[in-house]
């Protein structure tokens, strides 16, 4: 069981960049794999990134690839998400996921992860 809880949205200007974070709270995150989603007002859920248990390997969604950038610090059970160069396609709420998904390191829908945050809202004016 772990609790995540998402921060550092809010209002950031076309080219700029801004960091959101996600803290889990019940368990450490050692164990599961990470991964950020978005949704626009109108629009489906979407993957952004993921990053493996350890660290080591991660995966972007070709629209953030080269401007987003995922981590993690398992010791402080927290989960980051780096935005630059943001546009206003970036608008939308951002939510923190984790899994228990245990096989090889993939891309994975939703359905695979258990534990999602409230979400944080990140807002691009042009």
């Known amino acids: 069981q772990v609790q995540l809880l998402e921060s550092g949205g809010g209002l950031v200007q076309a080219g700029g960049s801004l960091r959101i974070s996600c803290v889990a709270s019940?368990?450490?995150?050692?164990?599961?794999?990470m991964a950020w989603f978005r949704q626009a007002p109108g629009k489906e859920r979407e993957f952004v990134a993921a990053?493996?248990?350890?660290?080591?390997?991660?995966d972007y969604a070709d629209s953030v690839k080269g401007r987003f950038i995922i981590s993690r610090d398992n010791a402080r059970n927290t989960l980051y998400l780096r935005m630059n160069n943001v546009n206003a396609e970036d608008t939308a709420d951002y939510y923190c996921?984790?899994?228990?998904?245990?096989?090889?390191?993939?891309?994975?829908?939703?359905?695979?992860?258990?534990?999602w945050g409230q979400g944080t809202q990140v807002t691009v004016s042009s």
């Open positions: 990053v493996s248990w350890s660290g080591d390997l991660t």
């Open positions: 019940g368990s450490t995150l050692r164990s599961y794999a």
């Open positions: 996921a984790a899994s228990t998904y245990a096989g090889p390191f993939r891309r994975v829908g939703p359905s695979e992860y258990e534990y």
